[in-house]
Nanobody, 125 residues
Framework: VDLVESGGGSVQAGGSLRLSCVAS????????MGWFRQAPGEEREGVAT???????GYADSVKGRFTISYDTAMNTLDLQMNSLKPEDTAMYYC????????????????????WGQGTQVTVAS
């Protein structure tokens, strides 16, 4: 299984970026899928999750600004990020094979079995 992220970069506050994750050797819809991020010195945070049975979930800090989507035909998981803030600066990771907990996707990293290598997002003020 290989997950490869792309789309990171540097933007000004208020700008947008779209992250994409392509899976090889794995069908994303086999379980929960999601995007996590980790800033230096901070713990990994679940940003957005998607599952065809339980739907989408977002961290409070990104609700209304980020949108997660899954392209079934292309087997890609995207994260559209709008109205970016400096506090969104982090390494963003694609994850798959996640568990469902109490009717929603887990946002606990160890509950996901597959990870990409990460793509850096930097938002300047």
């Amino acid at each position: 299984v290989d997950l490869v992220e792309s789309g990171g970069g540097s933007v000004q506050a208020g700008g947008s970026l779209r992250l994409s994750c392509v899976a090889s050797g794995y069908t994303f819809s086999s379980g929960c899928m999601g995007w996590f991020r980790q800033a230096p010195g901070e713990e990994r945070e679940g940003v957005a999750t998607f599952d065809e049975y339980v739907g989408t979930g977002y961290a409070d800090s990104v609700k209304g600004r980020f949108t997660i989507s899954y392209d079934t035909a292309m087997n890609t998981l995207d994260l559209q990020m709008n109205s970016l803030k400096p506090e969104d600066t982090a390494m963003y990771y694609c994850a798959a094979g996640g568990a469902r907990v109490s009717g929603r996707c887990s946002t606990y990293g160890p509950d996901f079995g597959y990870w990409g290598q990460g793509t850096q997002v930097t938002v300047a003020s």
